[in-house]
């Protein structure tokens, strides 16, 4: 049964060698780059006048977005029931608009209602 490892082993190493000689090289080349572009990014990253540390992106900036309380990137939605229009349009196509109304009205009143 020494044979089973022995040939086991070759073809693991053929396999996943052949992985290394291929991948290593762009995975070091990253690093190296990374090191030299580090200056470049944290420049960019302080001199940029959205909050990239609180997950601010450029275009959430331009329009405001945090501000009017459009996103909030600290705590963004997860699905879309929690996002009200989102909710609203999904459940449509399932209730018509007066079993929609009843719902809305349950839920202001803090009843929770089956759907």
């Known amino acids: 049964m020494m044979w089973v490892n022995y040939v086991t082993d070759t073809i693991q190493i053929l396999m996943y060698g052949l992985l290394f000689l291929v991948y290593a090289p762009s995975y070091y080349m990253n690093k190296v780059m990374m090191i030299f572009f580090l200056p470049l990014i944290l420049t960019w990253k302080v001199m940029t006048p959205w909050k990239e540390n609180d997950g601010e992106t450029a275009l959430m900036w331009w329009v405001d977005?945090?501000?009017?309380?459009?996103?909030?990137?600290?705590?963004?939605?997860?699905?879309?029931?929690?996002?009200?229009?989102?909710?609203?349009?999904?459940?449509?196509?399932?209730?018509?608009?007066?079993q929609l109304s009843e719902v809305a009205d349950y839920e202001d009143e803090g009843i929770e209602v089956d759907k």
């Open 65 to 98: 977005a945090i501000e009017l309380g459009l996103w909030d990137p600290k705590n963004p939605p997860t699905n879309i029931f929690e996002i009200d229009e989102a909710r609203y349009e999904y459940l449509n196509n399932y209730f018509d608009d007066d």
